[in-house]
């Protein structure tokens, strides 16, 4: 199509599609040993090209190489390493017990690959969440395009050139671009799609699957809050909230989006929140990130001037600079639901913090939004733990810690309704792009089965009276 980009046309898009879907036959019949090769392949290229990473990312949001190593690389190399460990019991079949309407047969769960899958991954962790879906799809046995996200060029740009070192197009393939290639992609019966990013466009991309019935991932985001307890450590707390929230400026599907924070702990927080930040993040610190360009730049500002417009206020905080895509470290008091960062995911360096008298108002605020991605609960009462984690639901919670369940290689992750569909991760990221087939296994000849065959005499039907009560 003309809108393309001038290297990719919509015949190169099929024609990459269809090797690969005839590879994926190929790769079904490939041992767990083969697949790790390829894991170990693209670890030893990660690994050579880290230094090369660590700038592809300073270029794109001048985001640390240390950030970087924490937040995209540390995650690859730890699933890599479970994957490793695990993948000979994961694709193992699973047996099942046999019920006694089915005597005389075995069944089992078998694992097999769901075909060829599509990723398209965002630009906050542009490296990490393209490639950590990649690692399940290959353990999986699956074959791979991926659409890198256009907002962080060199990233993207790397991520191709780690790709075509590692894998053929037949088994792994990267289209950068625009939407216009997303949406020739998404045009193609692929066997599953692993999406990162918005609700918005979680349901463009849900509603294209939907043409081919194909299955999906859709890893989103949504409004996070955090619980404050009076009976929580409040120094502990506010050091692992800062961290949470500015990580990478707050461009983090999981990060603490607003706080809620019991009344009677008001003062003693707030100071210790702004002591923490300038702590953590003293004035143009080396280690802060940057907004990902101008656009989202505005739309941050935009949030922070409708929220000042409409009654709240900079507690700490609140510096711009449009050229260098910076915004501080922004804590806001006095917001309401009036105000559009309150409906809106921030996705940004803004915090607002609202006050609550007891857990039952705490609880109905959450439930009035949409399910979050991420919950996370301060307090050392645990019956004040069990009551936010009994009244609300999000994709996953952390207790007395931010964002560090993402790393749990054991927990699966992902939203509910709003934040997402399904899961990944560990054993669940194998699950997102394996097809669990069901196999059962009768004997020839004589069956209990067919003592219940037609036609239904009386004393068959005095069998199948007797056989009901006992299901």
């Given at each position: 199509?003309?809108?393309?980009?001038?290297?990719?046309?919509?015949?190169?898009?099929?024609?990459?599609?269809?090797?690969?879907?005839?590879?994926?036959?190929?790769?079904?019949?490939?041992?767990?040993?083969?697949?790790?090769?390829?894991?170990?392949?693209?670890?030893?290229?990660?690994?050579?090209?880290?230094?090369?990473?660590?700038?592809?990312?300073?270029?794109?949001?001048?985001?640390?190489?240390?950030?970087?190593?924490?937040?995209?690389?540390?995650?690859?190399?730890?699933?890599?390493?479970?994957?490793?460990?695990?993948?000979?019991?994961?694709?193992?079949?699973?047996?099942?017990?046999?019920?006694?309407?089915?005597?005389?047969?075995?069944?089992?769960?078998?694992?097999?690959?769901?075909?060829?899958?599509?990723?398209?991954?965002?630009?906050?962790?542009?490296?990490?969440?393209?490639?950590?879906?990649?690692?399940?799809?290959?353990?999986?046995?699956?074959?791979?395009?991926?659409?890198?996200?256009?907002?962080?060029?060199?990233?993207?740009?790397?991520?191709?050139?780690?790709?075509?070192?590692?894998?053929?197009?037949?088994?792994?393939?990267?289209?950068?671009?625009?939407?216009?290639?997303?949406?020739?992609?998404?045009?193609?019966?692929?066997?599953?799609?692993?999406?990162?990013?918005?609700?918005?466009?979680?349901?463009?991309?849900?509603?294209?699957?939907?043409?081919?019935?194909?299955?999906?991932?859709?890893?989103?985001?949504?409004?996070?809050?955090?619980?404050?307890?009076?009976?929580?450590?409040?120094?502990?707390?506010?050091?692992?909230?800062?961290?949470?929230?500015?990580?990478?400026?707050?461009?983090?599907?999981?990060?603490?989006?607003?706080?809620?924070?019991?009344?009677?702990?008001?003062?003693?927080?707030?100071?210790?929140?702004?002591?923490?930040?300038?702590?953590?993040?003293?004035?143009?610190?080396?280690?802060?990130?940057?907004?990902?360009?101008?656009?989202?730049?505005?739309?941050?500002?935009?949030?922070?001037?409708?929220?000042?417009?409409?009654?709240?206020?900079?507690?700490?905080?609140?510096?711009?600079?449009?050229?260098?895509?910076?915004?501080?470290?922004?804590?806001?008091?006095?917001?309401?639901?009036?105000?559009?960062?309150?409906?809106?995911?921030?996705?940004?360096?803004?915090?607002?913090?609202?006050?609550?008298?007891?857990?039952?108002?705490?609880?109905?605020?959450?439930?009035?939004?949409?399910?979050?991605?991420?919950?996370?609960?301060?307090?050392?009462?645990?019956?004040f733990q069990q009551n936010i984690l009994q009244n609300t639901s999000a994709g996953g919670t952390a207790i007395n810690e931010t964002l560090a369940h993402i790393s749990h290689p054991d927990l699966p992750f992902g939203g509910v309704n709003n934040s997402g569909i399904g899961k990944t991760h560990g054993y669940y990221g194998f699950l997102a792009f394996s097809n669990e087939r069901g196999v059962l296994h009768q004997k020839t000849g004589f069956t209990t089965l067919k003592t219940l065959y037609p036609p239904y005499t009386p004393l068959k039907k005095q069998v199948i009276d007797w056989f009901l009560k006992f299901l």
């Open positions: 199509m003309s809108n393309l980009p001038p290297d990719i046309t919509e015949q190169n898009i099929l024609k990459i599609f269809e090797l690969q879907k005839k590879y994926a036959s190929i790769l079904k019949k490939s041992t767990v040993s083969q697949r790790l090769a390829k894991l170990k392949a693209l670890k030893q290229n990660i690994l050579k090209y880290r230094t090369e990473i660590h700038e592809a990312l300073y270029k794109d949001f001048k985001k640390s190489a240390s950030e970087t190593d924490l937040g995209e690389l540390a995650i690859i190399l730890s699933s890599i390493t479970h994957i490793s460990q695990h993948l000979h019991n994961w694709v193992a079949p699973k047996y099942v017990n046999t019920p006694l309407n089915l005597l005389g047969t075995s069944s089992y769960v078998m694992y097999e690959p769901k075909g060829v899958a599509l990723i398209i991954s965002p630009w906050n962790y542009p490296f990490q969440l393209a490639i950590d879906p990649l690692l399940y799809a290959v353990a999986s046995g699956c074959t791979v395009i991926i659409k890198p996200s256009e907002v962080t060029p060199n990233t993207s740009a790397l991520i191709k050139k780690i790709i075509e070192e590692t894998f053929t197009v037949s088994e792994v393939a990267v289209f950068e671009g625009d939407a216009q290639v997303a949406q020739s992609l998404l045009k193609l019966p692929f066997d599953h799609i692993f999406f990162t990013g918005s609700p918005q466009l979680g349901k463009i991309i849900a509603k294209s699957a939907s043409e081919h019935l194909t299955s999906t991932t859709l890893e989103l985001g949504g409004k996070s809050p955090a619980v404050i307890d009076s009976e929580t450590d409040i120094k502990d707390a506010v050091q692992k909230i800062v961290w949470g929230k500015f990580f990478n400026c707050g461009q983090t599907c999981i990060a603490p989006d607003y706080l809620l924070v019991q009344n009677n702990i008001k003062n003693e927080f707030l100071e210790n929140l702004k002591i923490e930040i300038q702590q953590q993040y003293p004035d143009y610190s080396p280690d802060y990130s940057r907004i990902v360009n101008k656009r989202h730049f505005s739309r941050i500002k935009n949030l922070l001037d409708d929220a000042l417009a409409k009654g709240a206020k900079v507690y700490s905080g609140g510096k711009l600079d449009e050229n260098d895509n910076f915004i501080s470290p922004t804590v806001l008091i006095d917001v309401d639901n009036t105000m559009e960062i309150m409906h809106e995911e921030i996705f940004g360096a803004l915090l607002p913090v609202i006050f609550y008298e007891n857990w039952q108002e705490a609880t109905d605020f959450i439930n009035e939004k949409p399910k979050p991605l991420a919950l996370y609960i301060f307090s050392q009462n645990r019956n």
